[in-house]
């Protein structure tokens, strides 16, 4: 954050916020905010699931169109099949799968709908640009940059889908930050 210049004020805000508490645990958290801050927003995230939801919709082109994303809908295809992609590799305790499968995930996807978009180029943004996911071209798998990234999109895809349930799950460690995530997206919710 030295590099980047910003203003006391700013500053002095990013110290005020309770995510400044988590960042020194959570090293990704760090980078986020870096980036975040890099792109010159204006607004900070006061919480890590705001963080992320703001980390991800600046790295899937949603507010800059010099990212190469021309229009919303391929955003929302991009973030709807990385929601579909977290959520089969989530219930099935994957940490990669194969790019054929990725590629049938998001032709799935595109054949339900009437979408007029160029299905190669949006693919290649999706596991090639979108500084969240990464393919390994030696095994020709997919896998999620960092785990809390498939954890967050798993979150978003159980509150879109309404099918976020409170059980015992919560308490496990394997689901713990996808529901720390779900609960965060539930704003102004008792």
Request: aromatic content about 14%; some cysteine.
């Given at each position: 954050?030295?590099?980047?210049?910003?203003?006391?004020?700013?500053?002095?805000?990013?110290?005020?916020?309770?995510?400044?508490?988590?960042?020194?645990?959570?090293?990704?958290?760090?980078?986020?905010?870096?980036?975040?801050?890099?792109?010159?927003?204006?607004?900070?995230?006061?919480?890590?699931?705001?963080?992320?939801?703001?980390y991800s919709e600046i790295?899937?082109?949603?507010?800059d169109t010099s990212k190469?994303?021309?229009?919303?809908?391929?955003?929302?295809?991009?973030?709807?099949?990385?929601?579909?992609?977290?959520?089969?590799?989530?219930?099935?305790?994957?940490?990669?799968?194969?790019?054929?499968?990725?590629?049938?995930?998001?032709?799935?996807?595109?054949?339900?709908?009437?979408?007029?978009?160029?299905?190669?180029?949006?693919?290649?943004?999706?596991?090639?640009?979108?500084?969240?996911?990464?393919?390994?071209?030696?095994?020709?798998?997919?896998?999620?940059?960092?785990?809390?990234?498939?954890?967050?999109?798993?979150?978003?895809?159980?509150?879109?889908?309404?099918?976020?349930?409170?059980?015992?799950?919560?308490?496990?460690i394997y689901w713990a930050?996808?529901?720390?995530?779900?609960?965060?997206?539930?704003?102004?919710?008792?």
């Amino acid at each position: 954050c030295n590099d980047i210049s910003i203003t006391d004020k700013l500053k002095n805000g990013i110290e005020k916020t309770p995510l400044f508490k988590f960042i020194p645990r959570t090293p990704i958290s760090a980078i986020l905010l870096a980036r975040i801050l890099s792109d010159e927003i204006k607004e900070l995230p006061s919480t890590m699931t705001e963080l992320y939801s703001k980390y991800s919709e600046i790295v899937l082109g949603r507010w800059d169109t010099s990212k190469g994303l021309l229009s919303q809908t391929e955003y929302d295809v991009i973030s709807n099949v990385l929601i579909e992609l977290s959520m089969y590799m989530m219930d099935n305790a994957l940490n990669c799968i194969s790019v054929s499968e990725v590629q049938d995930i998001f032709l799935n996807y595109l054949a339900k709908r009437n979408l007029k978009i160029d299905e190669e180029k949006l693919f290649n943004r999706l596991i090639y640009r979108s500084e969240v996911t990464s393919v390994n071209v030696r095994t020709n798998t997919f896998s999620f940059l960092h785990r809390s990234f498939m954890e967050y999109f798993y979150a978003e895809g159980i509150r879109k889908k309404g099918i976020g349930e409170i059980t015992d799950k919560i308490y496990d460690i394997y689901w713990a930050n996808s529901y720390f995530f779900y609960f965060g997206l539930l704003r102004d919710n008792e």
